[in-house]
């Protein structure tokens, strides 16, 4: 274990009234008697630890640093220069290669896990095993029993866990589902989105990326949820290959690089998504709301807001935004500032971990319905899960014996311990109660 101090001019007393010494690779804080009041208002910041200094990472550190209240004090990355370089340009005192070195820290109350998917479910179990709040960009794991223990193992120690869905955080969208809380357009009837990219991954990303729907379509499914303010029941999906025929050989929903979906809510609510991995315009990321007395919709988002007039033609000076971190940079600051803000006021977290994992099982409905080509119910996803304990659950197909005692749970209330808030008697969203309770 090596941990890095971030190389920066100290003098004796730093404006936080800190002196730093350096023994055995480690910082040793010293109060100044000069300033008292200085050093208690330090003592009550929530400090902050970030896993992962890629571009998510640093779009979430850079938030961090500008979010009242919380501190950043140790960076890590598995290509250390990586972890040197944003503790540099964000003045962080420590980084290190290791994501245990920060999951550990003593001076760490939260950490930013913005690692590769794969291992973000060992992390959030160790991170609550430390007594470590949790923000974990999506998903929370790679697959269903995995998600479900990586949320138990945060209740279980009683700390917070955030899953990363930016664009729930995004001004457009947030606009919308306003209109819908308030009524603006009466009772919802149908809801649209769509998403495309402006160019698709090169081969190695799709491969082994779990598919279109828990890859791409998953945001636009908790989208759709996100809007309706409902409890899905059921979804149809499809999909197809156009743009990218190399990808047809792969198995399952990698082979798409387009699909649609349709998802229905009660009250004949239905929510029509589709999604397609290429778009010659730049990103096309739109919403729609058909309700009883009216509609509402957003727009694509541009760099400006600049027109050109001319005889043969008229319309926007340039195209769209073409780059999510561009398109979403505002979002993401959003949900980081709103986590901290979480932590420092001790607030209900906006989107929990059963949020992340109702996106997961939206998506693999969706997965298991373009396979089968039928409807299929999301208890059935569910189902598929049974937990000896809250740390030891397990899907069906991965089991080779069938326990006498088991019988395939419908209700996550079966599967979940209750989550930080909701255990503080906070009132929590009824996706789980509604569907499957």
């Known amino acids: ?68 209240g ?16 944003a503790a540099a340009q964000y003045n962080v005192p420590k980084f290190t290669g290791e994501a245990m070195d920060v999951i550990t820290d003593p001076d760490v109350d939260a950490v930013w896990i913005c690692s590769p998917s794969q291992y973000h479910a060992e992390q959030i179990k160790a991170a609550a095993a430390n007594g470590k709040h949790v923000f974990c960009e999506k998903p929370l794991a790679t697959d269903l029993s995995e998600t479900v223990e990586a949320i138990n193992a945060c209740s279980e120690a009683g700390v917070k866990l955030m899953t990363g869905l930016q664009r729930r955080f995004d001004e457009n969208f947030k606009r919308v589902r306003t209109a819908v809380e ?27 990326g779990g598919g279109i729907f828990a890859d791409m379509a998953v945001h636009d499914l908790d989208m759709s949820r996100f809007l309706a303010g409902a409890d899905p029941i059921d979804i149809l999906a499809v999909g197809s290959c156009h743009i990218d025929k190399e ?33 010659s315009f730049g990103y096309d990321q739109r919403a729609e709301v058909l309700g009883t007395k009216g509609m509402i919709q957003t727009d694509n988002v541009y760099p400006n807001t600049a027109k050109i007039f001319r005889g043969d033609f008229t319309g926007n000076a340039d195209m769209p935004y073409d780059f999510f ?49 039928r409807w299929v119910r999301f208890d059935e996803v569910v189902q598929s899960v049974y937990c000896v304990g809250p740390m030891e659950c397990q899907l069906v197909a991965e089991s080779d014996v069938f326990p006498e005692s088991f019988r395939p749970s419908s209700s996550t209330k079966d599967l979940l311990v209750p989550e930080y808030d909701e255990q503080k008697g906070r009132k929590k969203t009824g996706f789980f109660g509604g569907i499957f309770g």
């Open 325 to 373: 971190l561009s398109r979403y940079n505002e979002a993401y600051v959003t949900e980081t500032i709103a986590f901290c803000d979480s932590l420092v006021n001790d607030t209900p977290v906006p989107c929990t971990g059963q949020d992340g994992l109702a996106a997961l099982i939206m998506a693999i409905a969706a997965d298991k319905s373009a396979a089968e080509n």
């Open 247 to 279: 990808i047809e050989k792969l198995e399952g929903s990698e082979a798409f690089d387009t699909a649609s979906c349709i998802v229905r809510y009660p009250n004949g609510v239905q929510a029509m998504i589709d999604v397609c991995r290429q778009s």
């Open 182 to 208: 308030k009524n603006e357009v009466g009772d919802t009837i149908m809801i649209k989105l769509c998403s495309r990219d402006p160019a698709p991954p090169p081969f190695a990303y799709v491969k082994g």
């Open 1 to 68: 274990m090596k941990i890095f101090i971030a190389t920066v001019a100290l003098s004796a007393f730093s404006q936080q009234g800190i002196a730093f010494s350096f023994q055995h690779g480690q910082s040793v804080r010293q109060q100044s008697a000069l300033s008292m009041t200085v050093v208690e208002k330090e003592t009550s910041a929530v400090k902050v630890g970030v896993i992962g200094c890629g571009r998510i990472g640093l779009v979430h550190l850079e938030a961090i640093t500008k979010a009242p």
């Open 70 to 85: 919380v501190t950043p004090v140790i960076v890590s990355n598995p290509t250390v220069s990586k972890a040197e370089a």
